[in-house]
């Protein structure tokens, strides 16, 4: 009977002793009783629909780092951005975002994200593109992005329409394919004159879908920039000298205006041979846009000078500020893991399709004619101004405008309106 009341007695007193200290001592909220640190990251499919390879990433990570679990969840790219604004009022963000820039950025400078300064100051050496910093950069200075891939937005021409007008010739199919503004007219003409196609070409104004497209067109054939000096938005001198260029093309019937158009429905016309090209090619758009029943040449904007400036989409990763030193730490862990490993870093470059923003990872697409070509064209990125504030206000401008100047407004009036509602 002592024995039993003995044993009694010290099993009470190691169940005082557990309870006093995990009352005294609390886990964080980021850290489980057993000292592993719980993640969770929600990725737009980037990777692939379906793919599988987020969790095999988590996995391969917490092979490595058997004190962190990573919690991974697809989100879709139709619900997804209103399941993170209600995920962000009801204050149970994710830890990591895999996603653009656009909303990246919109979510540091309101405050709901981790800066990640020192993770970019070890990355700036290495940047393929010095461009590249100016999407991963919030209002204040700070970086909320952690850059892995990106990839240009070009055009798209049907290599048997030109040949069969003969307009090919002044296309540059050789090196970085790079061409001019005159030869591009040349080109609309001869495609027009034979009459191979319905339309040239059309430049779609009906919508915002894609016009980073039309904005590229116009910013390049005479190098002008849709945002001033001073930082504002503005179509300059030569902006309205390419509008002008436009609008006499469209009256000659070298190009068409697509007034109840967004680049889908430009892209299907490209598809379906009726017009020779398109404004809004990319790796993306040409995987769902391929034809089998011609040719698809890619190519950069063409340009006065020869030397184009490309629009071009980039892939990162942020952190949201959920208020835990040990959820941060994990989640650089890991997005370093994913986009810096000597393994999975190149890898994960290549599953999203895209180009690596390391210079260092050099070319992740030898053998492959097309893609090293594309990957060449990271050296003619133009400055990103998609997380510029009033972006999004001025986009509806922008088409607007294009559909003024076809419709006979002259450009510079049209030009005038666009800056002023746009900087309002």
């Known amino acids: 009977m002592k024995r039993f009341f003995a044993l009694a007695l010290a099993l009470c ?7 006093c200290g995990s009352t005294s001592t609390p886990a964080s909220s980021g850290e489980s009783t057993d000292g592993v640190t719980e993640i969770t990251w929600w990725a737009f ?3 692939g629909v379906d793919s599988g390879y987020e969790q095999e990433l988590a996995d391969a990570f917490m092979a490595q780092h058997n004190d962190i679990k990573v919690n991974v969840e ?25 996603d653009a820039p656009g909303r990246i950025i919109e979510y540091g400078n309101a405050g709901n994200l981790v800066a990640l300064d020192d993770m970019i100051e070890e990355l700036k050496s290495d940047l393929a593109s010095e461009s590249l910093l100016e999407t991963c950069m919030g209002a204040d200075g700070s970086y909320y992005m952690y850059p892995i891939s990106s990839s240009p937005f070009y055009m798209g021409l049907n290599k048997e329409m030109l040949e069969e007008a003969d307009a090919l010739q002044y296309v540059n199919l050789e090196g970085d394919r790079i061409w001019t503004t005159e030869n591009f007219v040349k080109m609309c003409e001869a495609l027009r004159d034979a009459g191979v196609c319905q339309t040239p070409g059309i430049v779609y104004c009906g919508g915002q879908g894609g ?40 009256d000659s019937k070298a190009l068409d205006a697509g007034f109840s158009m967004a680049a889908a429905d430009e892209l299907q016309q490209f598809q379906q041979e009726t017009c020779a090209m398109t404004f809004c090619w990319g790796t993306s758009n040409a995987n769902s846009y391929a034809s089998e029943d011609y040719t698809q040449i890619s190519v950069p904007f063409p340009s006065d000078d ?18 835990d030193d040990a959820k941060t730490a994990a989640s650089k862990e890991f997005i370093k893991f994913i986009c810096d490993d000597a393994e999975w870093g190149p890898k994960s470059v290549v599953q999203t399709g895209a180009f ?17 070509l594309l990957a060449s064209w990271t050296q003619y990125y133009g400055p990103y101004y998609n997380t510029k504030e009033g972006f999004a206000a001025m986009r509806p401008l922008w088409f607007n405008m294009l559909q003024q100047v076809f419709n006979g407004t002259p450009a510079q009036e049209a030009a005038d309106a666009f800056n002023t509602g746009a900087n309002a």
């Open 13 to 19: 007193m190691t169940f005082a002793l557990a309870a």
């Open 45 to 47: 499919p980037t990777f």
């Open 74 to 98: 697809i989100i879709d790219f139709t619900s997804g951005a209103d399941a993170l604004t209600s995920a962000i009022t009801a204050g149970t963000a994710p830890d990591i975002l895999f």
């Open 211 to 250: 016009d980073q497209g039309t904005r590229a067109l116009v910013n390049n054939l005479y190098s002008s920039s849709i945002v001033g000096e001073d930082g504002s938005w503005t179509v300059d001198a030569n902006g309205v000298k390419a509008l002008e260029l436009l609008k006499t093309m469209y």
């Open 306 to 323: 020869g030397v184009p400036e490309l629009e071009y989409l980039v892939n990162g990763f942020c952190v949201f500020d959920n208020g």
């Open 356 to 372: 690596p923003v390391r210079a260092s990872y050099g070319n992740l697409y030898e053998g492959n004619e097309e893609m090293s």
